[in-house]
């Protein structure tokens, strides 16, 4: 009766360990703009998930607009607008000028 106990405890432990590295590995950073910088107002700036969406923000202090490239398009981040999928080639993210309050970086 012990050792299946025991079994079962090292299950369950395992089980949670699993979960708890889960969490950490999951983190998700969009480099969503904090629009808190008059250079950001206009300037489309490049979701790091998904290449077929952009942030936008119109105003200070205001929360980024989530925008997306027409059909068969991606964001190009030097040309700053959608571009055509032939020409468009994969680059690392580029930091925003600002960050939304509240934002934690990734661990």
């Known amino acids: 009766m012990s050792g299946s106990m025991s079994?079962?405890?090292l299950l369950l432990a395992s089980f949670n360990f699993c979960l708890v590295s889960q969490?950490?590995?999951q983190c998700i950073d969009t480099y969503e703009p904090g629009c808190k910088q008059l250079g950001e107002i206009g300037?489309?700036?490049?979701?790091?998930i998904d290449p077929t969406k952009?942030?936008?923000?119109?105003?200070?202090?205001?929360?980024?607009?989530?925008?997306?490239?027409?059909l068969n398009t991606g964001f190009d981040q030097d040309v700053g607008?959608?571009?055509?999928?032939?020409a468009w080639i994969w680059k690392q993210c580029r930091e925003p000028p600002s960050?939304?309050?509240g934002w934690q970086q990734c661990e």
Do not use: D, S, T, V
Request: charged fraction near 20%; proline fraction near 8%.
């Open 54 to 70: 952009y942030w936008l923000c119109h105003a200070l202090n205001e929360k980024a607009e989530r925008k997306k490239c027409q």
């Open 43 to 48: 300037l489309p700036q490049r979701h790091c």
């Open 23 to 25: 969490g950490y590995a």
């Open 7 to 9: 079994g079962l405890f």
């Open 81 to 86: 607008a959608c571009i055509p999928w032939i």
């Open 99 to 101: 960050r939304p309050i």
